[in-house]
């Protein structure tokens, strides 16, 4: 048997559910999922949207190559970015029957292979790993003759990982600032000093950071072929997940890992990537069938979590957006139920905007949505707070996203050292008396400060009781889960079950609303979803000044809507605090959608003060449905070929000649305006008029790109043109009257 290099999974022994036979796991999946789950070799590039299933289709695959006998557990290793979606994707895998299949972050895997081959390749033992290098970069800054506050270590120690991913050194650090005009937090020269001096304190105490793991993992599979040969020969079939945010060094590795050779099956979305000032990058995503133009392409646009309503809205944010992750964007189609509008409020002040949100929460939680379904999501930490206090007055229970992992709790830690205890004694005093496992798992709590009813207030105090209220429901859906399946649910079976959660970081849901940031909430999900907030300064943030970072700001906010599954607010306050002046402005990525920025009238809304739209507007409005291909009539979900309406790989029909004029008459008006071609129409827009040839305003209007404005300014000259005639003097056109900004077409 060959050695796994990667260890032992903690699955391989657990008792789960029976296998499936191979016919059985492609059961329940719609067609996009089944032609992932069997595309079985590689290169396959996945694109799914936000809501539809990617999780569940690549796990799929996984587990329906084992059990066809096409892969080989042992020879599958899934990737990801962190150890939830990690130890979601390992619980997954169990349940179908692929044990022995590994799922681990980059660094997990990397650092597993580079403690087995430094021995080998370096010799001596592996350097120790530094957990935390704030510490060091703060010495290295002193050394390197820096006062540095410590407010700004962390961004100081960011840089240095940002160009560690990105593969820059030291000494080009302050030529690449420059190149991708990144504003660095101080003069970069003094950082590149720094990063030079934290490299060399490093390597003089014989430590490395998880930036060097991925690094000197790559290093020795580029300097020893003998043992990339040994890594290729283990491992055979790659799983990426969320590919839009690899960066150049995990890109770098994964070449390593793959050799050329290997079946590669990708998954993501350019649409949420939302971690470039980490260096993530959406390139490799997008150009996948460049690098593999043999690759299979699928791609997931049905949204099996949200409703037309909020599918509407994340459709319509991207519909806005530019640059080249845009030309890609995915068209969701909600296969829910209709549900209530999102809805949109104005307050006052910041105050007045928290307690109204936690008003609305306590309404929620009387209509019988529970407090783990509902999340409040903000674009930094720093916004919290006010949140914190306004649920804790109405006594609402919470949990703050990003804290310590559940398991990782010293009280989590306390209490299953407890219970196992209790389980290996048998006939524990504690338990004596408690009628079913509940009730045991209760009363050994008990001795560690658990009661029935939590405590007043909020803080350290009711974290820690909330995590003991958890593990006293997780005992009682395990006990229902095991009469069900009529076994026997005792103690040692329920610390068993514990401990396998914690091997695969499945932690049970603390029974509190969820405050988050926009970023920590990638990956999850809610019945209701109150965005808050967004205002101009804070969403866009102040310091996104470049056209990407402005369209990473609203990457971040599509992220936000697409959380929500049936319940949507999106709000924002006038000024910080009460009685302040009223400077803010909404966030101007809902301009347009948001009923009250157009011509729709603003309801007013009793109460708080708040000024609600859209609440109560028309059932009868029609949801944009999907655009087929006018050849083949396939569903479109690609920008470009949405503006076609044909799909790229289908014929064109288009005037060739009449494309060429419309060309020459596009640069003709972009010099009189001093503006880039594009701001007067798009090449795809100019291919979806020389395919249509439109004869008249009403078939111009509907081409994709034409809006109201361009149409009144453009049709009559565009309309000459197809019909075969030169257009009419345009000298009168007014070259300041549309700039870049006014497009009302992607770039």
């Given at each position: 048997?060959?050695e796994?290099l990667?260890?032992?999974?903690?699955?391989?022994?657990?008792?789960?559910?029976?296998?499936?036979?191979?016919?059985?796991?492609?059961a329940?999946?719609?067609?996009?999922?089944?032609?992932?789950?069997?595309?079985?070799?590689?290169?396959?590039?996945?694109?799914?949207?936000?809501?539809?299933?990617?999780?569940r289709?690549?796990?799929?695959?996984?587990a329906?190559?084992?059990?066809?006998?096409?892969y080989?557990?042992?020879?599958?290793?899934?990737?990801?970015?962190t150890?939830r979606?990690a130890g979601?994707?390992?619980?997954r895998l169990r349940?179908?029957?692929?044990?022995?299949?590994?799922?681990?972050?980059?660094h997990?895997?990397?650092?597993?292979?580079?403690?087995?081959?430094w021995?080998r390749?370096?010799?001596?033992?592996?350097?120790?790993?530094l957990e935390r290098?704030v510490?060091?970069?703060a010495?290295?800054?002193g050394?390197s003759?820096?006062?540095?506050?410590r407010?700004e270590?962390?961004?100081?120690t960011s840089?240095?990982?940002?160009a560690?991913v990105?593969?820059?050194?030291?000494?080009?650090?302050p030529?690449?600032?420059v190149?991708?005009?990144r504003?660095?937090?101080?003069?970069?020269?003094?950082?590149?000093?720094?990063?030079?001096?934290?490299?060399?304190?490093?390597?003089d105490?014989?430590?490395?950071?998880?930036?060097?793991?991925?690094?000197?993992?790559?290093?020795?599979?580029?300097d020893?072929?003998?043992?990339a040969?040994r890594?290729?020969?283990?491992?055979?079939?790659f799983?990426?997940?969320?590919?839009?945010d690899v960066s150049p060094?995990?890109?770098?590795l994964?070449?390593?890992?793959?050799?050329?050779?290997?079946?590669?099956?990708?998954?993501?979305?350019?649409?949420?990537?939302?971690?470039?000032?980490?260096?993530a990058?959406?390139?490799?995503?997008?150009?996948?069938?460049?690098r593999?133009p043999e690759?299979?392409?699928v791609?997931?646009?049905r949204?099996y979590?949200?409703?037309?309503?909020?599918?509407?809205l994340?459709n319509?944010?991207?519909?806005?957006?530019?640059?080249?992750?845009?030309?890609?964007?995915?068209?969701?189609?909600?296969?829910r139920e209709?549900g209530?509008?999102?809805?949109?409020?104005e307050?006052?002040?910041?105050?007045?905007?928290a307690?109204?949100?936690?008003?609305?929460?306590?309404?929620?939680l009387?209509?019988?949505?529970?407090?783990?379904e509902?999340?409040?999501?903000?674009?930094?930490?720093?916004?919290?707070?006010?949140?914190e206090q306004?649920?804790?007055?109405?006594?609402i229970?919470?949990?703050?996203k990003?804290a310590?992992?559940?398991?990782e709790r010293?009280?989590?830690?306390?209490s299953?050292?407890?219970l196992r205890?209790?389980?290996?004694?048998?006939?524990?005093?504690?338990?004596?008396?408690?009628p079913?496992?509940?009730g045991?798992?209760?009363?050994?709590l008990?001795?560690?400060?658990?009661?029935p009813?939590?405590p007043?207030?909020s803080?350290?105090?009711r974290?820690?009781?909330e995590?003991?209220?958890?593990?006293?429901?997780l005992?009682?859906?395990?006990e229902a889960?095991?009469?069900?399946?009529?076994e026997a649910?005792?103690l040692?079976?329920?610390?068993?079950?514990?401990d396998a959660?914690?091997?695969?970081q499945?932690a049970?849901?603390v029974e509190?609303?969820?405050?988050?940031?926009?970023h920590?909430?990638?990956g999850?999900?809610?019945?209701?979803?109150?965005?808050v907030?967004l205002?101009?300064g804070?969403?866009?943030?102040?310091?996104?000044?470049t056209d990407e970072q402005i369209?990473?700001e609203?990457r971040l906010?599509y992220?936000?809507?697409?959380?929500?599954?049936?319940?949507?607010?999106?709000?924002?306050?006038?000024?910080r605090?009460?009685?302040?002046?009223?400077?803010r402005?909404p966030t101007r990525?809902?301009?347009?959608?948001r009923?009250?920025?157009?011509s729709?009238?603003?309801?007013a809304?009793?109460?708080?003060?708040?000024v609600?739209?859209?609440?109560?507007?028309?059932?009868?409005r029609?949801?944009?449905g999907?655009?087929k291909?006018?050849?083949?009539d396939?569903?479109?979900t690609e920008?470009v070929?949405?503006?076609?309406?044909?799909?790229e790989?289908c014929?064109?029909?288009?005037?060739?000649?009449?494309?060429?004029?419309?060309?020459?008459w596009?640069?003709?008006?972009?010099?009189?305006?001093?503006?880039?071609?594009?701001?007067?129409f798009?090449?795809?827009?100019?291919?979806?008029?020389a395919?249509?040839?439109?004869?008249?305003?009403?078939?111009?209007?509907?081409?994709?790109?034409?809006?109201?404005?361009?149409?009144?300014?453009?049709?009559?000259?565009?309309?000459s043109l197809?019909?075969?005639?030169?257009?009419a003097?345009?000298s009168e056109?007014?070259?300041?009257g549309?700039?870049q900004?006014?497009?009302d077409?992607?770039?």
């Amino acid at each position: 048997m060959q050695e796994d290099l990667l260890g032992g999974d903690p699955y391989d022994s657990y008792a789960g559910a029976a296998p499936l036979g191979a016919d059985a796991v492609l059961a329940g999946l719609d067609p996009e999922q089944r032609a992932v789950a069997t595309a079985l070799h590689g290169p396959v590039c996945v694109l799914a949207g936000a809501g539809t299933g990617k999780t569940r289709a690549i796990t799929h695959r996984i587990a329906y190559g084992v059990r066809s006998g096409v892969y080989q557990p042992q020879q599958v290793l899934a990737v990801t970015f962190t150890a939830r979606a990690a130890g979601e994707m390992r619980g997954r895998l169990r349940q179908l029957g692929a044990e022995g299949v590994q799922a681990r972050t980059f660094h997990s895997a990397a650092l597993r292979q580079l403690q087995y081959f430094w021995p080998r390749a370096i010799g001596g033992e592996v350097p120790r790993l530094l957990e935390r290098k704030v510490q060091l970069v703060a010495e290295a800054a002193g050394r390197s003759g820096l006062r540095v506050q410590r407010t700004e270590l962390r961004d100081l120690t960011s840089e240095i990982e940002w160009a560690k991913v990105t593969q820059i050194v030291p000494d080009d650090y302050p030529a690449a600032v420059v190149k991708t005009g990144r504003e660095a937090p101080r003069d970069p020269a003094e950082i590149a000093r720094v990063y030079a001096t934290y490299e060399q304190t490093k390597r003089d105490r014989g430590v490395i950071d998880f930036e060097d793991v991925l690094l000197l993992t790559a290093a020795i599979l580029e300097d020893r072929p003998e043992i990339a040969d040994r890594v290729r020969a283990q491992y055979r079939h790659f799983t990426v997940d969320e590919y839009q945010d690899v960066s150049p060094l995990q890109q770098r590795l994964l070449d390593q890992w793959t050799g050329g050779g290997a079946s590669l099956c990708v998954v993501g979305d350019a649409s949420q990537t939302i971690y470039s000032f980490t260096g993530a990058t959406p390139d490799y995503l997008l150009n996948f069938r460049t690098r593999h133009p043999e690759a299979t392409v699928v791609k997931l646009v049905r949204d099996y979590r949200s409703t037309p309503q909020v599918v509407h809205l994340a459709n319509g944010l991207l519909a806005k957006a530019r640059g080249q992750a845009a030309q890609h964007r995915l068209e969701l189609i909600s296969q829910r139920e209709a549900g209530p509008e999102p809805v949109y409020v104005e307050y006052a002040d910041e105050p007045t905007e928290a307690e109204s949100t936690a008003a609305e929460i306590r309404k929620l939680l009387a209509q019988g949505i529970r407090a783990s379904e509902i999340a409040v999501l903000f674009r930094t930490n720093g916004q919290s707070e006010v949140y914190e206090q306004a649920l804790a007055d109405l006594g609402i229970s919470y949990q703050l996203k990003g804290a310590e992992r559940f398991f990782e709790r010293p009280e989590v830690r306390d209490s299953v050292m407890l219970l196992r205890g209790a389980a290996r004694a048998g006939s524990d005093p504690l338990t004596a008396d408690a009628p079913d496992l509940a009730g045991q798992v209760r009363a050994v709590l008990a001795s560690r400060g658990f009661t029935p009813d939590p405590p007043a207030g909020s803080g350290t105090v009711r974290e820690r009781w909330e995590s003991l209220a958890a593990l006293v429901r997780l005992a009682e859906e395990f006990e229902a889960a095991r009469r069900a399946a009529a076994e026997a649910a005792d103690l040692a079976a329920y610390v068993a079950e514990l401990d396998a959660r914690a091997a695969a970081q499945h932690a049970p849901a603390v029974e509190g609303v969820t405050l988050a940031s926009l970023h920590a909430a990638k990956g999850l999900e809610w019945d209701a979803v109150f965005l808050v907030g967004l205002t101009e300064g804070t969403l866009p943030i102040i310091y996104a000044k470049t056209d990407e970072q402005i369209e990473e700001e609203r990457r971040l906010l599509y992220v936000g809507v697409t959380r929500a599954r049936l319940h949507l607010s999106l709000s924002w306050a006038l000024s910080r605090s009460p009685g302040g002046r009223a400077s803010r402005k909404p966030t101007r990525f809902l301009d347009g959608l948001r009923p009250g920025s157009s011509s729709s009238v603003p309801r007013a809304r009793g109460g708080r003060g708040g000024v609600e739209y859209g609440a109560e507007r028309s059932a009868a409005r029609k949801v944009r449905g999907p655009v087929k291909c006018r050849v083949c009539d396939k569903t479109l979900t690609e920008a470009v070929e949405r503006k076609l309406r044909r799909c790229e790989s289908c014929p064109s029909s288009m005037d060739e000649a009449l494309f060429e004029r419309l060309r020459e008459w596009r640069a003709r008006q972009a010099k009189k305006q001093g503006a880039p071609a594009y701001v007067v129409f798009t090449d795809a827009t100019l291919m979806a008029i020389a395919e249509d040839v439109p004869s008249n305003e009403r078939e111009l209007a509907v081409i994709s790109g034409v809006g109201a404005m361009k149409l009144d300014k453009y049709g009559a000259a565009v309309l000459s043109l197809c019909a075969g005639e030169e257009p009419a003097d345009e000298s009168e056109a007014d070259p300041q009257g549309e700039t870049q900004g006014e497009s009302d077409e992607p770039a």
